[in-house]
């Protein structure tokens, strides 16, 4: 059985960092298109962050570019992290974990209904 498992969410401050953590396990997930959406009250799941299918190679959605890292470490079943500086108010979301497990004819997915496997969501609030 998939299961994905966020944690690392919290309150934090304008300026503060924060590391998310994704736990996936059911299956291999080395060659999997991963990444981090997170979903503000009122808006659609956006995309974050993204490993490509069968790759290391990685894709950021604008307004994290440079602030934001994504990586994984499948050694350990599969662990996905989202390191977040320099954080935001309007970086302000429930954030989640999202695997896609087989291939689509791309390498790149951003789109959340490409995804099949989602974790629970954890929540991240930056004050101002």
């Known amino acids: 059985q998939v299961q994905l498992v966020e944690s690392g969410g919290g309150l934090v401050q304008a300026g503060d960092s924060l590391r998310l953590s994704c736990a996936a396990s059911g299956r291999t997930f080395s060659r999997a298109a991963m990444g981090w959406f997170r979903q503000a009250p009122g808006k659609e799941r956006e995309i974050v962050a993204a490993?490509?299918?069968?790759?290391?190679?990685?894709?950021y959605t604008d307004s994290v570019e440079g602030r934001f890292t994504i990586s994984r470490d499948n050694a350990k079943n599969t662990m996905m992290y989202l390191h977040m500086n320099s954080l935001k108010p309007e970086d302000t979301a429930v954030y989640y974990c999202?695997?896609?497990?087989?291939?689509?004819?791309?390498?790149?997915?951003?789109?959340?209904?490409?995804?099949?496997?989602w974790g629970q969501g954890t929540q991240v609030t930056v004050s101002s």
């Open positions: 490993f490509k299918w069968g790759a290391d190679s990685t894709y």
């Open positions: 999202g695997a896609r497990t087989t291939y689509g004819g791309k390498y790149l997915y951003t789109n959340p209904a490409e995804y099949d496997y």
